[in-house]
T-cell receptor, first 113, second 115 residues
Framework: GESVGLHLPTLSVQEGDNSIINCAYS??????FIWYKQESGKGPQFIID?????DKRQGQRVTVLLNKTVKHLSLQIAATQPGDSAVYFC????????????FGTGTRLKVLA | AAGVIQSPRHLIKEKRETATLKCYPI?????VYWYQQGPGQDPQFLIS???????DKGSIPDRFSAQQFSDYHSELNMSSLELGDSALYFC??????????????FGPGTRLTVL
């Protein structure tokens, strides 16, 4: 049964529209950031990543924006499709001598037909 | 392509019992991470191993221990299980953490239910 994302913030988007999912990260020492997509009953799946020395990176239909000044990360999905419906997590990699990944609170994306 | 393999996929235990979860990383990946994901929660980092040595430690209870073996597979041992240990446990693998783009690949998870 569904156990992921029972009480997560939800973003509802019309099919074909663009989606923007936001994430605030906690550690200014974090040097690497990843967006993951998690579908029900599955493990997180890599979508796109960005280094701390960049502010924008584009993939196929996805763009990640990084604003280090306010410690904010966003994921933009162009022309959202029903298959994009999932929970999306951002993760930051803390670099304090060793590497530790911290996940942010997920956002559930619902694509409306 | 080969992915991260976790076993078992589902496990039911009684309180105070022990459980062992196994993770087989993607071939050539030498780093393994363990995460715990409770219902409606984000994945919480537990522990990681690089080249068979503990690399970093997160919010892993003292009742839990883990190790990485010579073939790079890893096992998470959980003792004195509590109801609150019921969760999805994910293993992820990657190349050595010093590689900048060390994308983590996640396994399908083990769903642990403690009764």
């Amino acid at each position: 049964g569904e156990s992921v994302g029972l009480h997560l913030p939800t973003l509802s988007v019309q099919e074909g529209d663009n989606s923007i999912i936001n994430c605030a990260y906690s550690n200014s020492a974090s040097d690497y950031f990843i967006w993951y997509k998690q579908e029900s009953g599955k493990g997180p799946q890599f979508i796109i990543d960005i280094r701390s020395n960049m502010d924008k990176r584009q993939g196929q239909r996805v763009t990640v924006l990084l604003n280090k000044t306010v410690k904010h990360l966003s994921l933009q999905i162009a022309a959202t499709q029903p298959g994009d419906s999932a929970v999306y997590f951002c993760a930051e990699r803390e670099n304090s001598g060793t590497y530790k990944y911290i996940f942010g609170t997920g956002t559930r994306l619902k694509v409306l037909a | 392509a080969a992915g991260v393999i976790q076993s078992p996929r589902h496990l039911i235990k009684e309180k105070r019992e022990t459980a062992t979860l196994k993770c087989y990383p993607i071939p050539r990946h030498d780093t393994v991470y363990w995460y715990q994901q409770g219902p409606g929660q984000d994945p919480q980092f537990l522990i990681s191993f690089y080249e068979k040595m503990q690399s970093d430690k997160g919010s892993i209870p003292d009742r839990f221990s883990a190790q990485q073996f010579s073939d790079y597979h890893s096992e998470l041992n959980m003792s004195s299980l509590e109801l609150g240990d019921s969760a999805l446990y994910f293993c992820a693998s990657s190349l050595r953490p010093e590689t900048f783009y060390n994308e983590q690949f996640f396994g399908p998870g083990t769903r642990l239910t403690v009764l």
